[in-house]
T-cell receptor
């Protein structure tokens, strides 16, 4: 149980285009999901907290107009990178907290974005 | 505020020798602590978690960690390293404010030498 999927697993796009990444909780409901960004050989950086039915909460320094987050249902959150540029190339990972009460998060497999 | 420090950015061991990856945390309360492993270009896999039950926590693939409150440590160990253990390891403390946020350590890259 507690499986989180991401789609696509990798994407290449041209500079100036927008890219949407989906995060789904497959066998549980998630009113909250998290989006992380990871640069090569670095740790995960929390970008934002996605909240079902309300606006996302962005971490300091993350451009909310650049990284649009929509939590459309209890099992789906999307991250759209708008007007992507090469510096947006990164590994994007989502997660969702489980229901065990121990604050454990379950991570998606990640999406590799390359902007040409 | 909570924080987590991974003391070594890189650790190299020979195959068959013990592994020790160090993690210290800072928290005003009894925290939830986790160790995750990440293989190249892969997502995160949970190795083990401490959630205020037993202080010695056993995880997958022979890993274990001991929660030591007096030392504010949660070091990860394995008696005998295998080549497949080569990966990035992250120590994580969970925010206790109810937001479920994770606070990640900077990671330790484990290299296993043949």
């Amino acid at each position: 149980g507690a499986v989180v999927s991401q789609h696509p697993s990798w994407v290449i796009c041209k500079s100036g285009t927008s890219v949407k990444i989906e995060c789904r909780s497959l066998d549980f409901q998630a009113t909250t999901m998290f989006w992380y960004r990871q640069f090569p050989k670095q740790s995960l950086m929390l970008m934002a907290t996605s909240n079902e039915g309300s606006k996302a909460t962005y971490e300091q320094g993350v451009e909310k107009d650049k990284f649009l987050i929509n939590h459309a249902s209890l099992t789906l959150s999307t991250l759209t990178v708008t007007s992507a540029h090469p510096e947006d190339s990164s590994f994007y990972i989502c997660s969702a907290p489980g229901t065990s009460g121990h604050n454990e998060q379950f991570f998606g497999p990640g999406t590799r974005l390359t902007v040409l | 505020a909570q924080s987590v420090t991974q003391l070594d950015s890189h650790v190299s061991v020979s195959e068959g020798t013990p592994v020790l990856l160090r993690c210290n945390y800072s928290s005003s309360y009894s925290p939830s602590l986790f160790w995750y492993v990440q293989h190249p270009n892969k997502g995160l896999q949970l190795l083990l978690k401490y959630t205020s039950a037993a202080t010695l926590v056993k995880g997958i693939n022979g890993f274990e960690a001991e929660f030591k409150k007096s030392e504010t440590s949660f070091h990860l160990t394995k008696p005998s390293a295998h080549m497949s253990d080569a990966a990035e390891y992250f120590c994580v403390v969970s925010d206790l404010s109810g937001t479920y946020k994770y606070i990640f350590g900077t990671g330790t890259r484990l290299k296993v030498l043949a």
